[in-house]
């Protein structure tokens, strides 16, 4: 009886082991791949249960994040390629005197170069050049997947 009670019990727990990593990776999937023109995803109280319910198992669609170009410090567009033929916008501003070094900013996941702005202001008002970027699949880059051994092998070293 207990045999077979500790047997059921691994059963289910090997069951739910599985199944939440099946969700794991659905998540994972959707949190590394960003759509260009799609609406942002649902607050959970705008969503129905079965919008909840997907969003829980499978996880959420998200837009590729926008650009603002609010950037009031004199600058240019760069744009990098990749080795695999990807174009990554970037904003360089030189420094207005003679420089202190440079700066090279990258932004948050699933964010864009712009919401970086006050920051590499402030970094220029000092006397720094400033360069920002959009990762792959972010802002105004090409790509829709993005995970951190793209940027890191691919992206951030062509910089």
Not at 70 to 85: P, Y
Not at 103 to 115: C, L, Q, R, T, W
Request: glycine fraction near 6%; hydrophobic fraction near 45%.
């Amino acid at each position: 009886m207990l045999n077979k009670l500790l047997k059921r019990i691994g059963v289910t727990l090997l069951v739910v082991f599985v199944l939440l990593n099946i969700m794991a990776a659905f998540h994972a999937y959707k949190f590394t791949h960003f759509y260009s023109n799609i609406p942002a995803p649902l607050k959970p109280e705008q969503m129905s249960f079965t919008q909840k319910a997907s969003a829980i198992f499978m996880g959420v669609k998200f837009p590729k994040s926008k650009v603002v170009d609010t950037f009031l410090v004199a600058h240019e567009t760069v744009n990098l390629i990749t080795s695999d033929g990807l174009k990554l916008e970037s904003w360089y501003a030189k420094s207005d005197s003679i420089a202190k070094g440079s700066v090279i900013m990258f932004h948050g996941h699933g964010a864009s170069k712009s919401g970086q702005i006050k920051e590499a202001t402030a970094f220029h008002n000092m006397g720094w050049n400033v360069f920002l970027t959009d990762f792959r699949a972010h802002g105004n880059s090409e790509g829709e997947v993005y995970t951190k051994s793209f940027c890191y092998f691919y992206g951030c070293k062509i910089s």
